[in-house]
């Protein structure tokens, strides 16, 4: 099993550019997140899917949308970066509330 | 709304020795509680998943502890190796009742330095 996938896992964009994040999870777990992480402010919810079909805003949707793609696929895209969206983002995947959530690798995205 | 406290910020400790890493949480509604490891440029590590209806866990040298009552869990870290440096992330997911059911709220973190 890879676990948790992510790609890229490095982006430079312009401010105004915008791009996908991909994430996928091999283990047939139902619901997926996404995160970023930033120094100081520790690891915040963007976006979240509870199971396939559906989504919903976390603490800090602003700027981003997401698609759950299948049950194995979830995207976080930005349609005009700015450089407050700087950060390292990262996926998380779980089969249900009483068991381990696991994260990707990460994406370090840098936005000048 | 949930806050996650971890103490210390950062621990420095020599090879070889036992420590505490702490993890406070103010809402005692909680499904369960959850340690991760992240090394430096990675993503995180699970280490260890307490439910709320268990006291403890224990992994190798890792043992984590959960008082929900008073809010509080531990991570005992046994015989420390220079490969246990890393910071550690304590996460809880709160209960049902409340908006944030079920998404776990993060600490800060702990920087753990275990030098030789």
């Known amino acids: 099993n890879a676990g948790v996938t992510q790609t890229p896992k490095f982006q430079v964009l312009k401010t105004g550019q915008s791009m996908t994040l991909q994430c996928a999870q091999d283990m047939n777990h139902n619901s997926m997140y996404w995160y970023r992480q930033d120094p100081g402010m520790g690891l915040r919810l963007i976006y979240y899917?509870?199971?396939?079909?559906?989504?919903d805003k976390g603490e800090v949707p602003n700027g981003y949308n997401v698609s759950r793609l299948n049950k194995r696929e979830f995207s976080l895209r930005l349609e005009s970066a700015a450089p407050s969206q700087t950060s390292v983002y990262f996926c998380?995947?779980?089969?249900?509330?009483?068991?381990?959530?696991?994260f990707g690798p990460g994406t370090r995205l840098t936005v000048t | 709304k949930q806050e996650v406290t971890q103490i210390p910020a950062a621990l420095s400790v020599p090879e070889g020795e036992n420590l505490v890493l702490n993890c406070s949480f103010t809402d005692s509604a909680i499904y369960n509680l959850q340690w991760f490891r992240q090394d430096p440029g990675k993503g995180l590590t699970s280490l260890l998943l307490i439910q709320s209806s268990q006291r403890e866990q224990t992994s190798g040298r890792l043992n984590a502890s959960l008082d929900k009552s008073s809010g509080r869990s531990t991570l005992y870290i046994a015989a420390s190796q220079p490969g246990d440096s890393a910071t550690y992330l304590c996460a809880v997911r709160p209960g049902a009742g409340g908006t944030s059911y079920g998404k776990l709220t993060f600490g800060q973190g702990t920087i753990l330095t275990v030098h030789p």
């Open positions: 899917s509870a199971s396939e079909g559906t989504t």
């Open positions: 998380a995947s779980h089969r249900g509330y009483e068991y381990e959530q696991y």
